[in-house]
Structure formats: C-alpha cells, structure tokens
C-alpha cells in the first residue's frame, strides 16, 4: 500500500506544526526547525509512504529545515529503530556519534534511534528513507555505532545497487505480491548491509578457509533443523563432531552468537511461512511451533523485536495487499 501525507492539508501558518507532526508519526520523536522561512508560513512538505514486510520506505520531498532527535526524546519513548537517508536530489548532513555525513544525490547514510541526531538541509531536497527494527539490523552487523553518520557512495558497489532496487521499487511498488514484497524487502536489506560492510570502520579479519568451512557446516545444519525444538548448540556439537567451545569460536565474528543465530532463523522462516498463500488458514501458533519455537508468548515478543509488529500484524499485510 502507498500512503501520502502533505502540508497542502492545512493552512499555510499550520503547516511547520503539522510537518512537525507527520516526521514523529512516521518516524520518531523529532523536532523541526525551517531553515530561512520565518514563522514556517511558507514551509511546504510530502512524504509519501510504502509498506513492505519488515521495512519502511518512505519518499520525503521538502523544503530547508533542521531535525533534531535529542536527549528528550529518547527518554520519552521506547523507539529502537535504524533510519537510512538515501540523497534523491539536492545536498543533506546526517550528524550522530561525533560524525558528520554529507550527502549529495545517490549517497546514503545510517543513523540509530536510540541516540541523539540531527539532519541538516540548506536547501529543497528529497529522499528516499528507509526504516529497520533495531535488532533486526544489529543480528547483520557488528558495532553498528561505528557505522552510523558515514556516507556511503551510490556511484558504485553495492551503494549503486541499492539506488538502482530502490529505483524500480518505487516504480512497481503497488504491483508486488506480498511474497515478492517480502522477498525485495530482504534484498534491500542484503545489500544495505553490503553497503555499509565496504565502510573502514566495518572492516574485520579475514576468516581462514577452515574457519569459514565450519561456520558453513554449521549454519548449514542448523537450516536444515530448524523445526527441532530441541536443537541447540550441545546437539549441533554432538552431530557435527565438534566442541561447544569451537562451534563458539568460529562465530566469534558473526554479529551473533550460535544461539541468537538460531532464533533469528527461525524468525525469519516465520515471517516467509505467514505471507504464503498456502499457509494462510494456519494459525500463527502453529507456525511457530512448526519452526521449532515452544512458547507462543516468547515468539511473540521476539518477533515484535525484529520486525516491528506482531506476527499477526505481519500477516494481515498480506491480506491488504
């Protein structure tokens, strides 16, 4: 579904409030300031909303302005989400952890909600706004806070990638079913995650070939035992002929930990059975517990964590599709 809001809603001395507004609604406590437009009476603004499975995107056309996420607002809410700003046209500053990240049109940034930030925009902009669940990005990357506020050039690699889904997304957005939905939705993810893993500070060693052999093996078996309510890394150990304590080290650079690596797969095996047309009479009990999950409340909040709503809420956007 695609959802416009615009200040052409109310009177032109509303219209800095009610810009105001629609950015906390969207996306998090915020607080604007326009840029060289006096009392805002001029002020003009649209953001034009798509819904996809796990993954906000949003296209924000507007005019000079200041936002600002502070101390105050973070105390006020409970918001654990990362934003990306993708520059579509005119110049913009993400500002967060000391850094700052100018972006010119293509170039695109990371900034975490549970910190304060700003976004600088001298003049007229627009772009292209892409909104994660905190944990969901987190099981991707290590040391998210050395990422953030680091531009991340659309003109090649993987940053030209993204620019160019992002592209035909917005152009084919209302045709997508909502497997494909799902399915471009973890590709945008993929390769932000590409993107922002060509950064400097996200460098890590790299794994030798027998490192990188096991953690295969490993991540292989684990894929393939999922519905196992009683897998865990004892039993991968025992099946695979390894130690704990070495199925532990050769994920000593994974973002995750063997267990948490386990739970994430499940959840993400979940999130792909409760949009298929197939299993649309399936409660989400079931699912779950098809998946290997054995308490339905613990499934539930761990969802919520990774994808922003519940599995029920997941579900029901395949019906409004």
Known sequence: MTHLLSTDAVSRDQRLAYWTDMICNVYVQLECDAVRTGDGGDFEGSIRQ??????GMSV??????????????????????FLVSIQARGQGVVRQDGRDAVLGAGDFALYDSTRPYELLFDQPFEQIVLKLPGERLRSELRDTEALTATTVSGREGAGHLLLGMIRTLREDFDALQPASALAVAHGVQNILVAGLQTLPAAHAPALSNLTAYHLGRVKQRIDEQLADPTLSVGTLAAQLGMSVSHIHRVFKSEPLTPSQYIWERRLDACSRDLLEPRLAGRPVGEIAYGRGFNDAAHFSRAFRERFGCSPREWRRQRAQQ
């Open 50 to 55: 798509h819904a996809l499975p796990g993954l």
């Open 60 to 81: 924000v056309t507007s005019r000079a302005q200041k936002v600002m996420r502070t101390p105050r607002h973070i105390a006020a809410s409970s918001d654990d989400c």
